[in-house]
């Protein structure tokens, strides 16, 4: 079965999507995200969307589903790399994939993600450690 690897840099995980998706792919890469999450006790995931050149609502609502479930699991999430046919297909499907935020590169991904949970540590929304 294909699988979509996550990379552990320090307390960050990095997923680099090199493929198309398709459904079952997108379903694998939740749970094995979501699992990485725990396992590694990750505080931010980096997801490169850069090579998908297109996109379906059930695609855009897996991304949703994915920050949802780190932001559960106390890991922000930021997508970087968006096609602008990309953006304008999750505007015309009326998707907004609120809770996530994006930058264009890479760079300016972990930056964002730096970011955010810095300030999730300093608004006292980080889970205490036990």
Same mark, same amino acid.
């Given at each position: 079965?294909?699988?979509?690897?996550?990379?552990?840099?320090?307390?960050?995980?990095?997923? &680099?999507?090199? #493929?198309? /998706?398709?459904?079952?792919? +997108?379903? @694998? *890469?939740? =749970?094995?995200?979501? !699992?990485?999450?725990?396992?590694?006790?990750?505080?931010?995931?980096?997801?490169?969307?850069?090579?998908?050149?297109?996109?379906?609502?059930?695609?855009?609502?897996?991304?949703?589903?994915?920050?949802?479930?780190?932001?559960?699991?106390?890991?922000? &999430?930021?997508? #970087?790399? /968006?096609?602008?046919?990309? +953006?304008? @297909? *999750?505007? =015309?499907?009326?998707? !907004?994939?609120?809770?996530?935020?994006?930058?264009?590169?890479?760079?300016?991904?972990?930056?964002?993600?730096?970011?955010?949970?810095?300030?999730?540590?300093?608004?006292?929304?980080?889970?205490?450690?036990?």
């Amino acid at each position: 079965m294909e699988r979509i690897p996550i990379l552990k840099m320090g307390e960050y995980l990095l997923v &680099t999507i090199q #493929v198309d /998706m398709h459904d079952r792919l +997108a379903l @694998t *890469l939740q =749970e094995d995200l979501t !699992s990485q999450i725990v396992k590694s006790r990750a505080r931010g995931v980096l997801i490169d969307i850069s090579a998908l050149e297109m996109v379906d609502s059930f695609i855009g609502r897996m991304l949703g589903a994915i920050a949802s479930m780190a932001r559960l699991l106390d890991a922000q &999430t930021v997508v #970087v790399g /968006m096609q602008p046919s990309v +953006a304008i @297909t *999750l505007v =015309e499907l009326g998707m !907004s994939l609120q809770g996530i935020r994006t930058a264009l590169d890479v760079e300016k991904g972990m930056v964002a993600l730096m970011s955010s949970i810095r300030e999730a540590g300093e608004d006292g929304d980080a889970s205490p450690e036990f």
